[in-house]
């Protein structure tokens, strides 16, 4: 199980930010939050054992989303 922070440094290297995600931070504020992006992401939850839609995916607009989205995924 990873962290709250392995899980953000995760989904910045899967949408490929030159910027780490921090907490609390719009999802548009990262130039690489997009299409291409969010389908990358569902690799991510697949792995960690999440279901997610793209409609689920497309609904963030925070790296808390994005947390909460994890849920027991993530310790933290």
Do not use: C, H
């Not at 389908?39 to 409609?55: A, K, P, Q, R, Y």
């Not at 607009?61 to 994005?66: A, E, I, R, S, V």
Request: proline residues 3%; charged residues 25%.
């Amino acid at each position: 199980m990873m962290t709250k922070d392995e899980f953000l440094q995760a989904v910045g290297d899967v949408i490929e930010t030159e910027q780490p995600l921090e907490a609390g931070r719009d999802l548009a504020d990262y130039p690489n939050w997009d299409s291409l992006g969010i389908l990358s992401l569902i690799d991510l939850f697949e792995e960690m054992g999440v279901t997610v839609d793209l409609e689920a995916l497309a609904a963030l607009k925070t790296t808390d989303d994005l947390v909460a989205l994890a849920g027991s995924a993530i310790d933290g």
